[in-house]
């Protein structure tokens, strides 16, 4: 539906980036807690952190503009 809406192609960049960023810190979040005694986990946990808060919000504003509106 992303031809009806205001934004017109970029709802659909939004929201693909968004599930793309919960994958890939989901990912390297599991990465850190697997390879911890490589000593690379704090490193991968907070890339999963911050790549996972990242994704979260650009689908809340998604549903925050819709909603508004």
Same mark, same amino acid.
């Given at each position: 539906?992303?031809?009806?809406?205001a934004?017109?192609?970029?709802?659909?960049?939004?929201k693909?980036? #968004?599930?793309?960023?919960?994958?890939? &810190?989901?990912?390297?979040? !599991? *990465?850190?807690?697997e390879? @911890?005694? =490589? +000593?690379?986990?704090?490193?991968?946990?907070?890339? #999963?952190?911050?790549?996972?808060?990242? &994704?979260?919000?650009?689908l !809340? *504003?998604?549903?925050?503009? @819709?909603? =508004? +509106?």
């Amino acid at each position: 539906m992303a031809a009806n809406t205001a934004d017109g192609p970029l709802f659909l960049v939004k929201k693909f980036g #968004g599930l793309v960023l919960i994958f890939f &810190g989901i990912l390297c979040i !599991a *990465l850190g807690l697997e390879y @911890r005694s =490589s +000593g690379l986990s704090p490193e991968l946990i907070a890339v #999963g952190v911050i790549a996972l808060a990242c &994704g979260m919000g650009l689908l !809340a *504003l998604k549903i925050v503009r @819709r909603n =508004s +509106g």
